[in-house]
């Protein structure tokens, strides 16, 4: 039994051993200060031309749990003392980096927060953004294993940290015996979507004019300061979320392209044409990879001078208007269909008589 116990506590000295004496610290993360920090990245890939939206990030921190020292890991203690943590704020006026905008999120360790020296465990939470069109990618937790040692002032100090997605048990490497950590990442990522709308023109009819330009008009409401393109021109919100674009389109004309629209804008889109230019007009909208279908007008906006459709939201998808206007004009009664056949009738006639002339000279 005597036996037994003096095993036992040869083990654990083995493995305090590891722990404060050949246990190597992972210096990669090395940090040498009461500060720590981790990214976050909000990617913009599938957002081209859109502002960086509107969103702040708050964080909680508190202690994870302890693990017990084995002769494969180190021991890993309870997080201690009150760790303040900062928030991230994401504004249009961010610079976007290669499709991302990085920022750094800080957490300050007070002065005498650590007593001893070992691994202590925190978990860090990420709090719910409500932009809906802002997903997460990899989680909203991290784990953070802060590494404490003695420091020349008889004090102890933070020397290196390791982030992971999940409670990972840190274990010795055979060769270098440092603490190995699998799911390591030091960054959280979101990924912001948003959406294209296109505007054609088609005319039809016998008296439409293809080359003619309509005008129209496309008015915004959405979040405020939020801004999109067209072309090379930048579509801005104001501070009460409205906005608007004006353009021209012909039926021959390109497709006018607006990219970087969030999925709650709404929009309206009007065209300027009188009714005394004898155009019909019908608009009609294709969502995402659905069949088309036609708006309805507008009447409290429609007028003599113009045409405007009732407002649409853009939902998670791209939107596709397509403004027709026909214009037919029948000929006039007793011109093509009576001429005509008259014409054909003394064609006829003057043949017919030009055979009995000639049949009578014969004779």
């Not at 939206?53 to 749990?65: D, E, H, R």
Request: no cysteine; aromatic share 8%; glycine share 8%.
């Amino acid at each position: 039994m005597k036996k037994k116990m003096i095993g036992r506590v040869s083990a654990m000295a083995v493995a305090g051993t590891m722990m404060f004496g050949g246990m190597q610290i992972p210096a990669m993360a090395a940090t040498g200060s009461n500060e720590v920090q981790f990214k976050k990245v909000l990617e913009m890939q599938n957002a081209q031309g859109a502002s960086v939206p509107n969103v702040t990030y708050t964080y909680t921190i508190a202690a994870g749990s302890a693990i017990g020292a084995t002769a494969n890991s180190p021991e890993v203690k309870a997080g201690v003392g009150t760790p303040t943590i900062s928030n991230v704020t994401y504004t249009k006026g961010d610079t976007i980096t290669q499709n991302e905008v990085t920022k750094n999120v800080t957490i300050t360790f007070p002065a005498g927060t650590f007593t001893a020296p070992g691994i202590y465990r925190y978990v860090i939470t990420e709090s719910a953004n409500t932009n809906t069109d802002i997903d997460d990618v990899d989680g909203n937790t991290r784990y953070l294993d802060v590494y404490v040692v003695n420091d020349s002032d008889g004090g102890y100090k933070i020397d290196a940290t390791v982030f992971t997605e999940t409670a990972v048990t840190p274990t010795f490497d055979e060769k270098t015996k440092q603490p190995t950590y699998g799911g390591k990442n030091e960054e959280i990522t979101d990924a912001y979507t948003t959406y294209e709308l296109s505007l054609d023109k088609v005319v039809e009819g016998n008296m439409g004019n293809k080359n003619q330009l309509f005008d129209f008009n496309i008015n915004f409401s959405g979040p405020a300061n939020t801004s999109f393109t067209f072309d090379d021109q930048q579509i801005n919100l104001d501070e009460n979320g409205t906005g608007s674009v004006s353009l021209q389109l012909a039926d021959s004309t390109a497709i006018a392209e607006i990219t970087g629209i969030p999925s709650t804008v709404t929009y309206t889109v009007t065209e300027n044409v009188s009714s005394s230019e004898g155009y019909d007009t019908i608009f009609a909208v294709k969502k995402g990879t659905g069949t088309s279908q036609n708006i309805a007008k507008d009447t409290t906006e429609s007028s003599s001078e113009k045409v405007t459709a009732t407002s649409q939201t853009m939902t998670k998808a791209d939107n596709a208007v397509i403004v027709t206007n026909t214009k037919r004009t029948v000929s006039p009664t007793g011109i093509m269909l009576n001429v005509t056949p008259y014409a054909l009738l003394a064609g006829l006639a003057s043949a017919l008589g030009a055979l009995f002339f000639r049949r009578k000279k014969l004779s």
